[in-house]
């Protein structure tokens, strides 16, 4: 073989070589390109659902936070509704208490209601002896009226008429003052007690009204949360 052949050769050797070198780098460079793309995707997906994410957080966020403001408007709402019916239940107690007062106005009516009273109070008791209080200012109207009291009483209960002290000590607090319009007051009635005071029976037009207003307080809510919902 001449040297011509040889270098022939050698050069199909060097082409050959060349050729699997290209197509090796080209498969690499594809290969490469490939995992680049895979990679980056990859990455793009994870961002975005990192952003996502984080989206969904704040969104979340978000809604609690409308959550507890709409939560915390609606408690204010109630508590001034609340606070809005208690005014106007105690602005009709106080309108009642005022009324009581006049009672005293018709002097025959006032007698007949402290005459049932304490004949109440004797059927709650049923003591043989008990203690009266009252308003000093009533002591004469009380007095006048405790014999039919007794009497009638007895006649209910099928009793023997009880013994019956006016306490001149101790009275009930006066009607209530402009000048003291926080202080104890009394608008009329008794307080009646068996003598050793472990049984008291306290029927006074204030706790008459107390206990009204107990009883009566759903119904009158009722009536009030309606008119301020209307």
């Known amino acids: 073989m001449n040297d011509a052949d040889v270098s022939k050769q050698i050069q199909q050797m060097v082409r050959f070589i060349r050729q699997e070198a290209e197509e090796k780098a080209n498969e690499i460079s594809v290969s490469a390109e490939e ?15 990192k952003v996502r994410q984080e989206y969904e957080r704040k969104t979340k966020q978000v809604e609690v936070r409308k959550k507890i403001e709409y939560s915390m408007q609606l408690n204010a709402s109630r508590i001034k509704l609340l606070q809005a019916q208690d005014d106007a239940v105690n602005a009709m107690k106080d309108a009642a208490s ?5 009672f005293s106005d018709d002097k025959n009516v006032y007698k007949a209601l402290h005459k049932g009273l304490i004949v109440q109070s004797l059927l709650r008791l049923k003591e043989p002896a008990v203690l009266l209080r009252c308003r000093e200012m009533d002591t004469a109207l009380v007095k006048s009226v405790l014999g039919d009291a007794k009497k009638e009483y007895a006649d209910k209960a099928k009793v023997k008429a009880p013994s019956i002290t006016i306490d001149n000590h101790v009275y009930l607090p006066p009607s209530p003052s402009g000048t003291d319009s926080h202080g104890p007051s009394c608008s009329g ?4 007690a068996s003598k050793d005071g ?8 204030n706790a008459r009204l107390d206990v009204v207003f107990r009883q009566k307080l759903p119904e009158i809510r009722e009536r009030l949360c309606g008119k301020v919902n209307a």
Not at 98 to 102: F, G
Request: aromatic residues 4%.
């Open 198 to 205: 472990k049984i008291v029976c306290e029927n006074t037009l």
């Open 98 to 102: 005022k009324e009581l007062l006049r």
């Open 35 to 49: 995992e680049f793309n895979i990679e980056k995707l990859q990455l793009v997906e994870a961002e975005k659902k």
């Open 189 to 192: 009635g008794v307080v009646l």
